[in-house]
């Protein structure tokens, strides 16, 4: 499946990948990118934190508030 990235930088993901997952609005997901351009998107369960997944998301509010 292919996507675009849109002006402000958000992928759509597609309907059938969205219901497989049981992705719904408001859901976080990790993200990760192993250096050859994979890119990786995980759902994070309800009081479930990724080893790191704090620190990104820190980073990631830090730059989009400025």
Do not use: F, W
Request: aromatic share 2%.
């Amino acid at each position: 499946m292919i996507t675009n990235i849109d002006a402000n930088g958000r992928v759509q993901l597609p309907l059938a990948i969205r219901y497989g997952l049981d992705l719904c609005t408001g859901d976080r997901i990790a993200i990760d990118h192993l250096g050859d351009g994979t890119i990786i998107l995980k759902k994070i369960d309800d009081g479930v934190t990724l080893k790191g997944a704090d620190r990104s998301n820190a980073r990631a509010e830090k730059a989009s508030s400025s």
